[in-house]
């Protein structure tokens, strides 16, 4: 996804690696708040706000498109 080198099994580059865990570990709180909000819909909405950083985004934008692939 960037020209940063991938953290061992992972797919993303270190600094990507860690806006991924950042996303993945606020996801419970979204599912909760929001009556179990898929993690396709939880992306789409944090995609969409307008103080998520650009490693996030960016993140979120590919993780979107694994899951529509599916
Ligand atoms: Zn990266």
């Known amino acids: ?3 940063r080198l991938t953290a061992g099994e ?3 580059c270190t600094y990507h ?3 991924y865990i950042q996303i993945k570990n606020k996801y419970p709180d979204w599912k ?3 009556e ?3 993690w396709e819909r939880y ?3 944090i995609i969409g706000l307008k103080e998520i950083g650009d490693l ?3 993140v979120a934008t590919e993780e979107l498109r ?3 692939n599916r």
């Open 1 to 3: 996804m960037c020209k």
């Open 10 to 12: 992972s797919v993303y």
């Open 17 to 19: 690696d860690k806006a």
């Open 32 to 34: 909760y708040a929001f």
């Open 36 to 38: 179990n909000m898929s």
């Open 43 to 45: 992306l789409e909405t």
């Open 56 to 58: 996030a985004k960016a």
């Open 66 to 68: 694994l899951v529509r």
